[in-house]
């Protein structure tokens, strides 16, 4: 049984919802519950670990479905973004800040707060096997930040993920969403100054 972390993951719901599951020392790390609480289970069977920590990035209902259920079978910690908190489904056991860690199976996760297509959702940071990986729910994906709903959203999700994810990064580092493929901040990097114009 290894300390060093692996990733596991699942697609879930009619919304191709990606549901992560980092892995180590026989405890699992599930970031996001969105649905199929069965297959979420499963998957952290078929991994070999013990699903002990829940991470939900935001507060958005095709995120959260399973998560009552997932937290009932595993009494799993549960982690979330202290903006987002109030509005889930399920009591948070750590509210989380900018700068804060998820501490698990004696790693120290970083986590960012990424303002403007939910209140606050969380960004979680990982290395598996020497390469950075960003955990980003739904703020940012190939080819553009995520949904905002006004100009002030648009502005503070471009400036947080500017700021927090591409100037703290390197390009080598993998963007995991919440829904579809994955991309590297090195491909979306070019874009920025397009995002910024098309505000999108």
């Keep these: 049984m290894t300390d060093e972390l692996s990733l596991h993951q699942i697609s879930v719901s009619e919304m191709d919802n990606n549901c992560y599951l980092l892995a180590a020392g ?13 297959a979420l289970l499963r998957l952290a069977e078929q991994a070999g ?7 939900t990035t935001h507060r ?7 998560l009552p259920e997932v937290l009932e079978h595993t009494g799993a910690t549960h982690w979330a973004p202290f903006l987002d908190a109030p509005a889930l489904p399920a009591e948070v056991d750590r509210e989380l800040n900018e700068g804060d860690t998820v501490d698990f199976a004696r790693h120290a996760l970083p986590v960012h707060i ?16 020497g390469v950075t990986n960003l955990f980003v729910g739904d703020s940012l994906f ?4 995520g949904k905002t709903d006004s100009e002030g959203d648009f502005v503070r999700l471009f400036r947080d993920v500017r700021e927090k994810i591409f100037e703290a990064y ?7 969403p919440g ?3 994955p991309t590297t901040l ?9 995002w910024w114009e098309r505000r999108w």
């Design 26 to 38: 026989g405890r699992g790390l599930l970031i996001d519950a969105s649905d199929d609480a069965p």
């Design 49 to 55: 670990v013990q699903i002990t920590d829940v991470l």
């Design 60 to 66: 958005h209902h095709d995120h959260v479905r399973a």
């Design 114 to 129: 990424l303002r403007g297509h939910t209140p606050g959702g969380a960004c979680v940071v990982a290395e598996i096997d």
């Design 142 to 145: 190939p080819g553009g930040l």
């Design 170 to 176: 390197p390009d080598d580092a993998v963007v995991r």
């Design 179 to 181: 829904h579809g493929k």
């Design 186 to 194: 090195g491909r979306e990097r070019p874009s920025l100054d397009e």
